[in-house]
């Protein structure tokens, strides 16, 4: 004990391989410490089985982290997000729409991501074999459009549809689609 008091404190770790693993273990214990109480409440740790915060009661809703701007581009998502303005929204889905060889299930459900709850059981009952287009051929064309609703003409190689558009809380959704030749039709007869 003599050697620690003269030498100084800060030799000891020097002394031996188990001296210096002691100091370096404790250094991380305290340099971990300090990160968990300077962390704040966004640094929550996380049960790796259930993805429940540690800590918490099974009942208690997980807190939400903030969205930082740098992980929504940098980590795939399954679902693509639906585009912002009805344009790109019409020309986006009319893209997934027209697949007439296209998986049945696999269509729906990517056409459905994109739809109102009306029109996603609308396509329950459709099939991708009875599209008549196979591509979006040129630019869209806004005929009307309000704070709720927008029609879109999109031009396909089957010939142009009309896609009708409305705002929901989650943001613009497709609400239906038809060729634009039935609608000609239909206000001719009027």
């Not at 002691?22 to 968990?36: F, H, N, P």
């Amino acid at each position: 004990m003599r050697g620690i008091r003269e030498a100084g404190w800060w030799r000891w770790p020097l002394w031996s391989w188990r001296n210096l693993v002691v100091t370096v273990l404790t250094a991380a214990v305290l340099v971990a410490g300090l990160g968990r109480l300077t962390a704040g409440p966004e640094a929550v740790a996380t049960d790796a089985r259930s993805g429940q915060p540690l800590g918490t009661a099974s009942g208690d809703p997980p807190p939400s982290p903030p969205p930082t701007p740098s992980s929504a581009s940098a980590t795939p998502s399954t679902t693509p997000t639906p585009p912002e303005s009805p344009e790109n929204l019409a020309m986006a889905f009319v893209g997934r729409w027209a697949r007439p060889d296209a998986d049945v299930e696999e269509w729906r459900a990517s056409c459905q991501t994109m739809s109102t709850l009306r029109f996603a059981s609308i396509l329950d009952a459709a099939s991708s074999a009875a599209v008549p287009a196979s591509r979006v051929v040129g630019d869209t064309e806004v005929l009307e459009r309000s704070e709720a609703s927008a029609q879109v003409r999109v031009p396909t190689d089957g010939g142009a549809v009309l896609v009708a558009l409305k705002r929901t809380p989650a943001g613009w959704r497709v609400d239906g689609i038809e060729p634009e030749e039935l609608n000609a039709a239909l206000a001719s007869r009027s």
